[in-house]
T-cell receptor, first 113, second 112 residues
Framework: GESVGLHLPTLSVQEGDNSIINCAYS??????FIWYKQESGKGPQFIID?????DKRQGQRVTVLLNKTVKHLSLQIAATQPGDSAVYFC????????????FGKGTHLIIQP | AAGVIQSPRHLIKEKRETATLKCYPI?????VYWYQQGPGQDPQFLIS???????DKGSIPDRFSAQQFSDYHSELNMSSLELGDSALYFC???????????FGDGTRLSIL
């Protein structure tokens, strides 16, 4: 079936720089998207979400952009810190209710000192 | 803030044995989800419950079953365990059958 995917498995960024993690999805029926951060030995931690009626949403140091025309999602992290090192997953939900999420392949974000 | 609690954190079983994993959702959350994550893989959705009724079903093997109880906690029952069942099992919860889902720190199941 259709699934969400990521372009790069590993992203290396200098501390203090901005990070951009990309995600492509193929199911045009998806109407809810979410980003998670997963540190080693822990469960996915909610970062930010966005519904298909929006194209941008901002949180603390994070911004999610949704381009429905090209079915692309991105997560921007401002002023990357060592604590941002983790695997980042995007996920989608079709239906919005108590349905399971379809996860993309994770991107491992590495922060260089 | 209270999070999703999963027990046990680690479990070692042998082939053909059974296992029961438990999940206690965030207080007031009435929806629970189960996911399986293999090494280096993304989480795969297994099954979800809303108000004690099965809501959605993913790639859950027939050897596995789950239920949600009156206090909203959930249990994942796994039988005839196979080596390939070795993975991290995550539970997530949400409010009123909606999103976002909040995850626990998982149960690491190892099959010998």
């Amino acid at each position: 079936g259709e699934s969400v995917g990521l372009h790069l498995p590993t992203l290396s960024v200098q501390e203090g720089d901005n990070s951009i993690i990309n995600c492509a999805y193929s199911n045009s029926a998806s109407d809810y998207f979410i980003w998670y951060k997963q540190e080693s030995g822990k469960g996915p931690q909610f970062i930010i979400d966005i519904r298909s009626n929006m194209d941008k949403r901002q949180g603390q140091r994070v911004t999610v952009l949704l381009n429905k025309t090209v079915k692309h999602l991105s997560l921007q992290i401002a002023a990357t810190q060592p604590g941002d090192s983790a695997v980042y997953f995007c996920a989608e939900n079709v239906g919005g209710g108590a349905d399971g999420l379809t996860f993309g392949k994770g991107t491992h974000l590495i922060i260089q000192p | 803030a209270a999070g999703v609690i999963q027990s046990p954190r680690h479990l070692i079983k042998e082939k053909r044995e059974t296992a029961t994993l438990k999940c206690y959702p965030i207080p007031r959350h009435d929806t629970v989800y189960w996911y399986q994550q293999g090494p280096g893989q993304d989480p795969q959705f297994l099954i979800s419950f809303y108000e004690k009724m099965q809501s959605d079903k993913g790639s859950i093997p027939d050897r596995f079953s789950a239920q949600q109880f009156s206090d909203y906690h959930s249990e994942l029952n796994m039988s005839s365990l196979e080596l390939g069942d070795s993975a991290l099992y995550f539970c997530a919860s949400s409010l009123a059958g909606g999103q976002p889902q909040h995850f626990g720190d998982g149960t690491r199941l190892s099959i010998l």
